[in-house]
């Protein structure tokens, strides 16, 4: 049999190779949560983007519709300038209410995407 000796460099060693891998593996998860972050932030702008532009549309067709019901093109225009000034006037109002709820929203989508990772592996440590 051959005798293992206790060697105060090697423990040194491997405790110096531990730590470099421990903080290998802390940047690569946190290189993984932060572009699950940006993906999401990306694919949420171009929503956002996407829904500006059927707004938009949606806005030039109200016109139009409501141009032929009062006779003309420059009142049914009015009329969907009114609808969002009234829309603007509503959400100054209840501003602070909106503005909570959506920092509530955004803090747990944050956090739901930050910690993804955490449950794939609890749900891996279940399966096996």
Same mark, same amino acid.
């Given at each position: 049999m051959e005798e293992k000796k206790f060697s105060l460099s090697g423990v040194f060693?491997?405790?110096?190779?531990y730590i470099d891998t421990r903080f290998k593996l *802390?940047?690569? $998860?946190? &290189? /993984?949560r932060s572009s $699950?972050?940006? %993906?999401?932030? *990306?694919?949420? #702008? #171009?929503?956002?983007i996407f829904a500006v532009f059927v707004v938009f549309f949606l806005s030039l067709a109200l016109g139009f519709y409501l141009g032929e019901l009062l006779g003309s093109y420059s009142l049914g225009f009015l009329a969907t300038a009114g609808i969002f000034i009234l829309l *603007? #006037?509503? &959400?100054? *109002?209840?501003?602070? %209410?909106? /503005?909570?709820s959506f920092m509530n929203l955004s803090i747990k989508r944050f956090l739901q995407k930050w910690n993804d990772e955490i449950d794939e592996e609890d749900d891996k440590g279940k399966q096996d």
């Open positions: 060693q491997k405790s110096k190779e *802390i940047r690569l $998860r946190l &290189v /993984e $699950r972050l940006i %993906a999401s932030l *990306i694919v949420d #702008v #171009v929503k956002t *603007i #006037v509503l &959400v100054s *109002i209840f501003e602070p %209410a909106l /503005e909570r």
